[in-house]
């Protein structure tokens, strides 16, 4: 079965420090995978996604993940963090059977202080 | 374009009550689909839709049904609610299957079940 784990479920940074956000997935075969953006209170929006084209994965705002077959791993990157990325993140994977749903992780929180 | 729009945005119901979430998209999407997000668990998909007049359960399909008479609805009704029914409810539509095509979630509906 496809699924993804989401390693920390908080991760505190400080402004203008790099941010990493763990993600690792199960998968039979090769995976479309994403990263949403949830601010409180608000809906999701896609920051990026991975549908095996090139392995490192540019999105909004500054994030990149970065596609590692061998380790399983489609972590997020972010070189400085700004207030503004204090938020909930959620890696997904996208089934390929059937209606083709996607599977949630967790979710890590983010936090940033200044 | 409003994108995908829900209403109501809280609701506080009893036990054994019912109620339809509503769910509207002006992007002229085939596919939507209703996910519920708890603390810790991620998004669940609840019920899917890949067109009009068609519609299929998801993982945690139990005390909630779906139609799809139009395009642009797809309302989601709680027959008798529950308190395991608190929850942030997701409706999100997409343009087609392929992973060219955008995720767009709604707002969300916070409902709660004394």
């Known amino acids: 079965a496809q699924s993804v784990t989401q390693l920390d479920s908080h991760v505190s940074v400080s402004e203008g420090t790099p941010v990493l956000l763990r993600c690792n997935y199960s998968s039979s075969y090769s995976p479309s995978l994403f990263w949403y953006v949830q601010h409180p209170n608000k809906g999701l929006q896609l920051l990026l996604k991975?549908?095996?084209?090139?392995?490192l994965v540019k999105g909004i705002n500054g994030f990149e993940a970065e596609f590692k077959k061998s380790e399983t791993s489609f972590h997020l990157t972010k070189p400085s963090a700004h207030m503004s990325d204090a938020a909930e993140y959620f890696c997904?994977?996208?089934?390929?059977?059937?209606?083709?749903?996607?599977?949630f992780g967790t979710g890590t929180r983010l936090l940033v202080s200044p | 374009n409003a994108g995908v729009t829900q209403t109501p945005k809280f609701q506080v119901l009893k036990t054994g009550q019912s109620m339809t979430l509503q769910c509207a998209q002006d992007?002229?999407?085939?596919?939507m689909s209703w996910y519920r997000q708890d603390p810790g668990m991620g998004l669940r998909l609840i019920h899917y839709?890949?067109?009009?007049?068609?519609?299929d359960q998801g993982e945690v399909p139990n005390g909630y049904n779906v139609s799809r008479s139009t395009t642009e609805d797809f309302p989601l009704r709680l027959l008798s609610a529950a308190p395991s029914q608190t929850s942030v409810y997701f409706c999100?539509?997409?343009?087609?299957?392929?992973?060219?095509?955008?995720?767009?979630f709604g707002p969300g509906t916070r409902l709660t079940v004394t």
């Open positions: 992007m002229n999407h085939e596919y």
């Open positions: 991975y549908t095996s084209a090139a392995t």
């Open positions: 999100a539509s997409k343009g087609g299957a392929s992973d060219s095509y955008e995720q767009y």
């Open positions: 997904v994977v996208r089934i390929h059977t059937g209606f083709q749903k996607l599977v």
């Open positions: 839709s890949v067109g009009a007049g068609i519609t």
